[in-house]
């Protein structure tokens, strides 16, 4: 069964401390890695989508990379606005277009000024 | 501004009673998710439809869950009879299947259900 894990489940930061989400997951090839962000009481944002190891993407303060079997998102010197949970998903089916998504359980930053 | 609008926002019943939760996907996209988060199970997927026909509900009660497209306007996940396990923010997403790998989901706001 398709699995996908992220650590930590929480991350506290200063404002201009950089770190590192981390997504692993178990699927059987890869299909691509999707980032969101989740800010509370609202539905997840689109961030990234990765497709091949190797690839990386950026946004800001944001960097996510992908290998074969996981993918991180870089955080450089974080602000406050920065603060929220970052969930990572696989397509369901492999090869498909515009499938459904197996989410993570996120990983919850806090960044303090 | 295109976003998924969802209705209602919040939702407070009592256990048997009927919940009705729609969703207006953005226009002209053909796919359409229902996930529902919780604390301990994250987001999980219930069903999706492309170009209204129903892909994929392995991922909800078939006993209590149904999810329609009326249309390609709206999308409705209705539950019959709630039970206080089903207390969850339920999120709606559409898409854009192009025929090519591309994922990107667009979720609404969600209706979070209380479930008495």
């Known amino acids: 069964e398709d699995q996908v894990t992220q650590s930590p489940e929480a991350l506290r930061l200063q404002e201009g401390e950089s770190s590192s989400l981390n997504c692993s997951y178990t699927v059987s090839g890869l299909r691509g890695l999707f980032w969101y962000r989740q800010d509370p009481g609202k539905g997840p944002e689109f961030l990234f989508t990765?497709?091949?190891a190797g690839e990386e993407k950026e946004k800001e303060r944001l960097k996510a990379t992908l290998t074969k079997k996981e993918s991180f998102l870089h955080i450089t010197a974080p602000k406050p606005e920065d603060s929220a949970t970052y969930l990572c998903a696989v397509p369901l089916e492999a090869n498909q277009a515009g499938t459904a998504l197996i989410f993570g359980k996120g990983t919850t930053l806090s960044v303090s000024s | 501004d295109a976003r998924v609008t969802q209705t209602p926002r919040h939702k407070v019943t009592e256990m048997g009673q009927e919940v009705t939760m729609r969703c207006q996907p953005i226009l002209g996209h053909n796919t359409v998710f229902w996930y529902r988060q919780t604390m301990m199970q994250g987001l999980e997927l219930l069903a999706y439809f492309r170009n209204r026909a129903p892909l994929d509900d392995s991922g909800m009660p078939k006993d209590r869950f149904s999810a329609e497209m009326p249309d390609a306007t709206l999308a409705t996940l209705k539950i019959q009879p709630s039970e206080p396990r089903d207390s969850a923010v339920y999120f709606c997403a559409s898409g854009l299947n192009r025929g090519i790998p591309t994922y990107e989901q667009y979720f609404g706001p969600g209706t979070r259900l209380t479930v008495t």
């Open positions: 990765l497709y091949s």
